[in-house]
């Protein structure tokens, strides 16, 4: 399986590269302004196995009109999740979110939040805790159908990444109320509540989450991210944030990112 799965991934590179250039280029240049709407929700099309990660997937973004790459990524997404059913929620519904569903210092701290991507941090482990699921970055794809990665008994998929093999957390599927996404939450409030001048990274990003796995008392279940879920192929930061140049969190001063 681990075999099939790393030839997927070299396929789907290079169907998404290729359509990056070959598609994604040339149509926005002789339509710059034509964009394509991700559904707020789609539902499962097939019923597919019993599993304790529910088969829900969540995904945010700062606009659901997207461009051409972007939108050929959420579909190549959809046809590796046939039994999930699918939730995009926007900027203004994660707040809303929140507020009805956490405690007035969780709400208190996502509002000091100043950036996009750092909310999004704390919001999807707030998401995946309530609801249980599989959170995806808006550029991130899958490289195999779900219902070959989650086995029906997992309770948790993390993935590695990087010459340290390090967790990161662009790419999450859990049950809900876990004990690490618990800590990763209380290790993100803490961050924030000490006024941290330090980047996304290590503020809400893949460093608490890493560190919530490191101090778990039990093994999770994780895999390299090559056999799961890899980025950029299809889309890149231009195509990201073409209506938001400069939008992303590497372009944020760490003195910015908290009110």
């Known amino acids: 399986m681990s075999l099939l799965a790393l030839i997927c991934n070299r396929i789907s590179k290079l169907i998404g590269n290729m359509s990056k250039v070959l598609i994604g280029y040339p149509f926005h240049f002789f339509w710059p302004k034509k964009r394509f709407t991700i559904p707020k929700y789609s539902k499962a099309f097939v019923q597919g196995k019993k599993q304790i990660v529910p088969k829900k997937i969540w995904q945010t973004n700062y606009t659901n009109k997207v461009s ?9 997404n959809r046809l590796m999740s046939l039994s999930y059913d699918y939730h995009y929620v926007s900027t203004e519904d994660r707040l809303v979110f929140i507020q009805e569903n956490s405690a007035t210092d969780i709400v208190k701290a996502y509002q000091r939040l100043n950036d996009g991507a750092a909310q999004a941090d704390l919001w999807r482990l707030l998401v995946l805790q309530h609801f249980g699921g599989i959170y995806l970055d808006i550029d991130a794809h899958l490289v195999f159908p779900l219902s070959g990665i989650i086995n029906k008994t997992d309770r948790e998929l993390f993935i590695l990444k990087g010459n340290s093999n390090t967790h990161t957390n662009y790419f999450i599927a859990s049950q809900a109320n876990h004990s690490i996404l618990e800590k990763a939450i209380e290790i993100i409030l803490a961050n924030i509540n000490s006024n941290k001048v330090v980047g996304v990274f ?5 460093v608490p989450f890493s560190d919530a ?3 778990s008392k039990f093994s999770v279940n994780d895999k390299s991210y090559r056999y799961v879920c890899v980025q950029g192929d299809f889309t890149n930061e231009y195509f990201q944030y073409i209506d938001k140049p400069r939008g992303k969190w590497t372009h944020k001063k760490p003195s910015e990112i908290l009110k």
């Open 68 to 76: 051409l790459p972007v939108y050929l990524n959420y579909l190549f």
């Open 202 to 206: 290590s503020l809400t990003g893949p």
């Open 213 to 215: 796995i490191k101090q």
